[in-house]
């Protein structure tokens, strides 16, 4: 009897100090590409929250973060591919044939990439679509079957469709001849890239390049 009391005191001073030591929660390590930024444009750390971008130190670019609380940055809205004219282009694609809540007609990317330039959303003003590569490089496996082909720690509000880039003026073949041109798009359910009339409402990612300023100040010490 003695003999068990004195191992079962033995044994608890091996365990105690490994419980003291143990850390009540998984210690969350930084993504070896992606950072979570908030409205101001702040770096939070992994395990922070919310956070309204995504900064890319792999690109140098900064995302969009979508949402789940029908603002402007809602997830599920739509929007068919137009982008407004300027001083270097005509009007391209087709306006106001998307669905979302903050229109008072129908949506189209250039709504989207006005209201968000409006608001400096993470303290940035030239918010536009991104390239085909650049919106595929976020593809990568997803963490489970059926899940989206992106990091959805970081990107938790994407839908298994088709995002806009900005690659305009693709032909188009097949049961969509008849519209001759539109943008390509990246699917982020089956990870493929397709051309789509303007037409069709889809969803967006924006993106913004990232300014010196951002990685001179705010930024100092997270870009890898």
């Known amino acids: 009897m003695i003999a068990r009391l004195l191992m079962t005191f033995a044994a608890l001073l091996l365990i105690t100090p ?22 101001a444009g702040t770096p939070l750390s992994p395990w922070q929250g919310p956070w309204s971008c995504v900064l890319d130190t792999q690109k140098q670019l900064v995302w969009e973060a979508k949402t789940d609380n029908e603002n402007i940055h809602d997830g599920y809205w739509t929007y068919s591919w137009y982008l407004a004219a300027n001083e270097h282009r005509p009007p391209r694609g087709d306006a106001n044939l998307g669905d979302c809540y903050f229109e008072s007609s129908r949506c189209d990317t250039q709504d989207l990439i006005n209201k968000t330039r409006k608001t400096a959303l993470c303290g940035l003003t030239h918010w536009r679509l ?7 490089s976020l593809l990568q496996s997803p963490a489970r079957s059926g899940h989206v082909h992106i990091a959805q720690d970081f990107f938790p ?13 693709q032909p188009l073949s097949g049961h969509y001849q008849r519209f001759k041109q539109g943008a390509t798009a990246v699917n982020f359910h089956t990870g493929e890239l397709y051309p789509l009339p303007y ?6 990612l924006l993106v913004a390049d990232l300014p010196p300023e951002f990685q001179s100040s705010r930024l100092k010490g997270v870009i890898h």
């Open 199 to 204: 037409r069709n409402a889809a969803f967006v």
């Open 18 to 39: 490994l419980l003291w030591f143990q850390p009540l929660s998984p210690i969350a390590q930084p993504h070896p590409r992606f950072v979570k930024l908030d409205k």
């Open 130 to 136: 991104p390239t085909s590569d650049e919106l595929s």
């Open 157 to 169: 509000h994407m839908k298994h469709g088709d995002y806009w880039s900005a690659d305009h003026s």
